[in-house]
C-alpha cells in the first residue's frame, strides 16, 4: 500500500491506497493535483534515505508527504 501523508495545523491525514487499483491510483493522482495546486509542496524519500521534492505524481512512490506554504509576518 502506498500512503500520501499531509501535513496542516491539526497535524497530519494519511491517504492510504492500492497502486495496482486503477480507480485509487486517479484518486492518488487527482489528490496530488489538488494539494500541490493549493501551494502544497510533494517530497518522497529516495531509495538511499533522503528527501527528494518532486512536481509530478509518482505512481510508484511508497509514501509521498505534503508540506504546507510557510507564511511568514
Known amino acids: 500500500m502506498a500512503t500520501q501523508i499531509v501535513m496542516d495545523h491539526t ?3 494519511r491517504h492510504c491506497f492500492d497502486a495496482k487499483d486503477s480507480q485509487a491510483l486517479a484518486k492518488a493522482e487527482e ?3 489538488q494539494l ?3 501551494g502544497f509542496t510533494a517530497a518522497v524519500r529516495t531509495a ?3 528527501v527528494s521534492h518532486i ?3 509518482d505512481p510508484t512512490a511508497e509514501e509521498t ?3 504546507p506554504r510557510l ?3
Open 55 to 57: 512536481r509530478s505524481f
Open 48 to 50: 538511499s534515505g533522503e
Open 11 to 13: 497535524g497530519d491525514t
Open 71 to 73: 507564511v511568514g509576518g
Open 36 to 38: 500541490t495546486g493549493d
Open 65 to 67: 508527504l505534503f508540506l
Open 31 to 33: 489528490r496530488f493535483k
